[in-house]
């Protein structure tokens, strides 16, 4: 790791008594830069670079220093989503104040059927994963009959909560095109760290199109699941973290800011 950008990690590893899964040692580890709850309260000051964090992950989401746009991790390449909702693959040297990433090997692969919208998806999965406690990277691909996704404006020191960026995010709709979503579900008590629920952001087949998903409609789709049951968490050693005031509860300002709305 680069001087002046040092790093703590927070490692949590979780035995189970599952079935053996997909992954080779070391692949099951969700890593994560910083925390959400950071970010909510302005936190962007990069800490990691794309470069490391591909180190520990090919599939998953984040954003840039400066909230410079919505980040897609997509078979080990960095997507920059901007507020034309165009994707841009991104040199190692940029940086992330949040990222999460695993190296995706799916346990389980199943066909939601077409026409659910994305609280159906969420209800039709949730029924089907062996544990509502674990996490689990997620990853759906096919043709989705429409896709809402928004990106949001880079910033400037000093800078503003999230819950204040999103008034003035870009939504896109988009119908009938093909392409992916890759995120996270996340157990309730990861509230604080990360995003409990679901966490999903999209990257359109032909590279022209993505963004922090909103709603969807399934079209004919094929839906893997990674049970990833290692969590570390790197943690920023300087800059604005530190004195951070990360005591509050910010569930209301992140279920607002996953919904989008202004």
């Known amino acids: 790791?680069?001087?002046?950008?040092?790093?703590?990690?927070?490692?949590?590893?979780?035995?189970?008594?599952?079935?053996?899964?997909?992954g080779g040692p070391g692949r099951e580890t969700l890593f994560q830069v910083s925390l959400?709850?950071?970010?909510?309260?302005?936190?962007?000051?990069?800490?990691?670079?794309?470069?490391?964090?591909?180190?520990?992950?090919?599939?998953?989401l984040g954003t840039f220093q400066d909230l410079n746009g919505e980040m897609v991790v997509s078979h080990g390449v960095v997507y920059?989503?901007?507020?034309?909702g165009t994707p841009h693959a991104m040199p190692p040297q940029t940086m992330t104040p949040f990222a999460q990433v695993t190296f995706f090997d799916p346990d389980m692969t199943l066909r939601p059927p077409a026409g659910l919208d994305f609280p159906g998806l969420k209800k039709w999965l949730d029924t089907r994963l062996?544990?509502?406690?674990?996490?689990?990277?997620?990853?759906?691909?096919?043709?989705?009959?429409?896709?809402?996704?928004?990106?949001?404006?880079?910033?400037?020191?000093?800078?503003?909560p999230l819950l204040a960026v999103v008034k003035h995010q870009a939504v896109f709709n988009w119908q009938q095109v093909d392409g992916e979503l890759v995120g996270f579900i996340s157990p309730a008590y990861a509230k604080g760290t990360g995003a409990p629920g679901w966490h999903l952001h999209f990257l359109s087949a032909d590279k022209?199109?993505?963004?922090?998903?909103?709603?969807?409609?399934?079209?004919?789709?094929?839906?893997?699941v990674d049970l990833t049951p290692e969590l570390t968490i790197a943690l920023p050693t300087q800059g604005p973290f530190?004195?951070?005031?990360?005591?509050?509860?910010?569930?209301?300002?992140?279920?607002?800011?996953?919904?989008?709305?202004?």
């Open 80 to 84: 920059r989503i901007d507020m034309q």
């Open 208 to 224: 022209t199109k993505g963004g922090h998903l909103l709603a969807t409609r399934l079209g004919k789709v094929t839906l893997e």
């Open 36 to 60: 959400l709850d950071a970010l909510l309260a302005g936190d962007y000051y990069g800490s990691v670079s794309v470069g490391e964090l591909l180190g520990h992950g090919d599939t998953g």
């Open 130 to 160: 062996p544990s509502r406690n674990l996490f689990y990277a997620v990853r759906v691909k096919g043709r989705f009959a429409a896709i809402k996704a928004r990106s949001v404006p880079a910033q400037k020191p000093p800078y503003p």
């Open 1 to 22: 790791m680069r001087a002046g950008r040092l790093l703590a990690a927070l490692a949590l590893s979780l035995t189970l008594a599952l079935p053996a899964m997909a």
């Open 242 to 262: 530190l004195k951070m005031d990360l005591d509050q509860d910010r569930s209301k300002s992140l279920h607002v800011v996953e919904q989008g709305k202004k």
